[in-house]
């Protein structure tokens, strides 16, 4: 009871009940100048700003085209958009606001409601993106062997009562669990805000988050694994058309994002128990930057759909007719059922229409 009570006044839950002012028995800023206890950090701090703006301006086109595109009659694809919010409020946190506040040399006594506001939000959405990137896992696992019996949980409507359950834990972990604070010395996020009145470490150790990085680190592993051994014996063994060409793109792709995770996941799990250097910290900084920021540069390059769109969102339509890019479509004469002459659009380097195209 004495744990589920102290994660509660730890958390933002807390903040919202109490007019969104911070427990003080855990976080007592009273007379504490927070931009004293942090050191400004203009150049790698610029770098996650300028890296976190341009990562936005790449993602939320990619999002808008999925959406807006028939990859979304795909159930993996519908896991994605999920991943994709997560992702996007991750990036917010761990880039521009980390960027932010690196730059001022700011800890949590320099703005309070703020940094709390975003720990809650990044550390929530980080361990929602974790679960939906097992349940990526699983898809996958389900879409090149059929014979698995939760194959049923991502047919039809029965996928969004699948998603619903990240979901809840997203909101589960941003309101009910610990928070973590920014520390601008180390340009990361803590769950010890680390202030001179503060309590002992082990008061500020966030049980649900541990977990969730070990377990994340152990099934991301356990079903890529699986995935690479079966789509290596199906490549090298059956020349039939059970493993299809977009069955590999996208399996690949959802190794690719599933990856930065797995490392990143690892990376905090091991600071939660040992000792690291700060230029170990930054790279696990850098790694939880780059495990949703890479999402969005993998549908750029890889996924030739979404690559389409995007350009079509941007380039005016004048000038992809003229270069021949983008969804670019010309005119050819057919003959209609009455026999009459009619004109048809027809694409030439292919449309944004069904999973097929990558």
């Known amino acids: 009871m004495e744990f589920i009570t102290s994660d509660i006044d730890q958390s933002y839950n807390y903040v919202i009940r109490n007019g969104f002012h911070l427990n003080e028995n855990f976080y007592n800023c009273t007379g504490v100048d927070g931009f004293q206890l942090g050191v400004p950090r203009p150049l790698i701090g610029s770098y996650f700003l300028i890296v976190g703006v341009f990562l936005m301006i790449i993602y939320l086109p990619c999002l808008l085209v999925i959406c807006r595109s028939d990859l979304m009659k795909s159930s993996c694809y519908k896991i994605m958009v999920w991943l994709g919010v997560l992702d996007i409020c991750c990036i917010f946190v761990n880039s521009i606001a980390t960027g932010f506040l690196g730059i001022q040399g700011a800890t949590l006594c320099s703005y309070p409601i703020f940094i709390f506001s975003m720990g809650a939000l990044g550390c929530g959405c980080w361990m929602g993106s974790?679960?939906?990137?097992?349940?990526?896992?699983?898809?996958?696992?389900?879409?090149?062997?059929?014979n698995i019996k939760i194959r049923a949980i991502f047919i039809g409507k029965k996928i969004y009562v699948t998603i619903l359950v990240p979901m809840i834990y997203t909101f589960y972990a941003i309101f009910f669990t610990k928070t973590a604070s920014f520390n601008s010395n180390y340009m990361s996020w803590f769950f010890n805000p680390l202030l001179p009145n503060g309590r002992e470490a082990t008061d500020?150790?966030?049980?649900?988050?541990?977990?969730?990085?070990?377990?994340?680190?152990?099934?991301?592993?356990?079903?890529?694994?699986?995935?690479?051994?079966?789509?290596?014996?199906?490549?090298?063994?059956?020349?039939?058309?059970?493993?299809?060409?977009?069955?590999?793109?996208?399996?690949?792709?959802?190794?690719?994002?599933?990856?930065?995770?797995?490392?990143?996941?690892?990376?905090?799990?091991?600071?939660?128990?040992?000792?690291?250097?700060?230029?170990?910290?930054?790279?696990?900084?850098?790694?939880?930057?780059?495990?949703?920021?890479?999402?969005?540069?993998?549908?750029?390059?890889?996924?030739?759909?979404?690559?389409?769109?995007?350009?079509?969102l941007f380039v005016p339509v004048s000038f992809r007719n003229k270069h021949k890019i983008g969804t670019y479509r010309k005119e050819v004469h057919r003959l209609s059922i009455g026999g009459t002459e009619g004109k048809s659009t027809i694409p030439t380097q292919g449309t944004s229409s069904g999973t097929a195209i990558f």
Request: charged share 10%.
């Open 130 to 146: 974790c679960a939906t990137c097992i349940l990526l896992g699983l898809n996958r696992c389900c879409d090149v062997n059929h």
């Open 204 to 312: 500020y150790v966030n049980i649900q988050h541990a977990i969730n990085n070990c377990v994340v680190s152990g099934a991301t592993t356990l079903i890529y694994t699986y995935l690479c051994v079966i789509l290596f014996a199906k490549s090298r063994y059956i020349k039939s058309e059970s493993m299809t060409k977009t069955q590999r793109q996208v399996f690949f792709q959802s190794v690719m994002i599933c990856f930065f995770n797995a490392i990143a996941a690892y990376i905090y799990v091991y600071m939660q128990y040992f000792t690291f250097p700060p230029f170990m910290i930054l790279i696990g900084q850098i790694a939880w930057q780059w495990s949703h920021g890479s999402v969005c540069l993998i549908y750029i390059t890889m996924n030739r759909t979404v690559r389409r769109g995007v350009i079509d």
